[in-house]
């Protein structure tokens, strides 16, 4: 190797070792205020660890039974153990061109704070010792630190579809899926439906700049397309508002449907908001939290 082919792999890697640690720290920084037990999706099923104890039902075998507490009480109890056989956590982060839109709002691009977000929900699977990927990444799923450093870098480089291509995953696979979804909702159906079909279940987060929900433009604006030649000059900005607004929640509220229909979760996530709280929920639902 060449003394300047040596310095240019060396300035690639010193920029991407730029890159990486900020997007990580915060990641994890965010994860650990979510705190997890020995495993973080406890839920009854076939395993060796006990869960809990719960009250004898009609159609439950009595080899299931727990003679020793139900012994000590006037009600026969069911022994429940923990499901531990690790699932494979999905995530994917839109590299789509409206993702770089950021206001005077907010902070943050909309692509930050999904990257952030996923890689965020990543490495709370990861310590709760279950395997993660990232949709389209050429990796397989793992869970170690070295993992997180291949999505991590994944992310950085924006690169596939504006939605998540038809992707054959093992059933009972979790799916977290961050974008603005601003493709019709029917393109969105195309593209989770699949998923849906195939036993995954799936979570959409659908991260947005406040000036896109509150649209606080006044005056003359003229507006154009984050990706194309399409614009649109307004005198009196103001005036759009509430026919806006309109439509934005009949957007939402189709997306909600799908998402009812096919089973997935939706979250609303806003870039003026602290990521935590939109952690602490997707944790809860994935956990199942929310189901008990």
Not at 118 to 125: D, E, S
Request: with cysteine.
């Amino acid at each position: 190797m060449t003394s300047a082919s040596a310095l240019t792999l060396a300035d690639r890697a010193a920029a991407q070792s730029r890159a990486l640690p900020p997007l990580l720290v915060e990641a994890e920084r965010i994860a650990a205020t979510v705190i997890l037990g020995e495993h973080g999706r406890k839920r009854a099923g076939p395993g060796e660890s006990f869960w809990q104890y719960r009250p004898y039902s009609f159609g439950d075998s009595t080899q299931r039974i727990d003679w020793h507490k139900s012994a000590r009480s006037d009600r026969v109890y069911i022994r429940e153990n923990e499901w531990e056989a690790a699932n494979t956590l999905w995530v994917w982060s839109s590299p789509s061109v409206s993702m770089t839109f950021r206001s005077h709002l907010a902070q943050v691009t909309k692509r930050d704070r999904a990257q952030l977000l996923t890689l965020a929900i990543a490495a709370l699977a990861v310590r709760a010792n279950e395997r993660v990927s990232a949709l389209g990444s050429p990796y397989a799923p793992d869970h170690t630190r070295a993992q997180m450093v291949k999505l991590a870098s994944w992310f950085l480089k924006a690169e596939g579809p504006d939605l998540p291509a038809i992707t054959r995953l093992p059933r009972f696979s979790g799916a977290v899926l961050a974008s603005d979804f601003f493709e019709t909702p029917e393109d969105i159906a195309r593209a989770i439906t699949p998923l849906a079909e195939a036993g995954v279940k799936g979570h959409l987060v659908q991260v947005v700049d406040p000036a896109e929900e509150t649209l606080p433009y006044a005056g003359r604006v003229e507006f154009h397309a984050m990706a194309g030649p399409l614009k649109f000059l307004s005198s009196k900005a103001e005036t759009l508002r509430e026919a806006y607004a309109g439509k934005l929640a009949e957007h939402r509220a189709a997306l909600k449907e799908l998402c009812r229909r096919i089973g997935w979760s939706f979250v609303i996530h806003r870039t003026d908001e602290p990521p935590v709280r939109s952690l602490l929920a997707l944790h809860a639902l994935i956990s199942g939290e929310a189901a008990r």
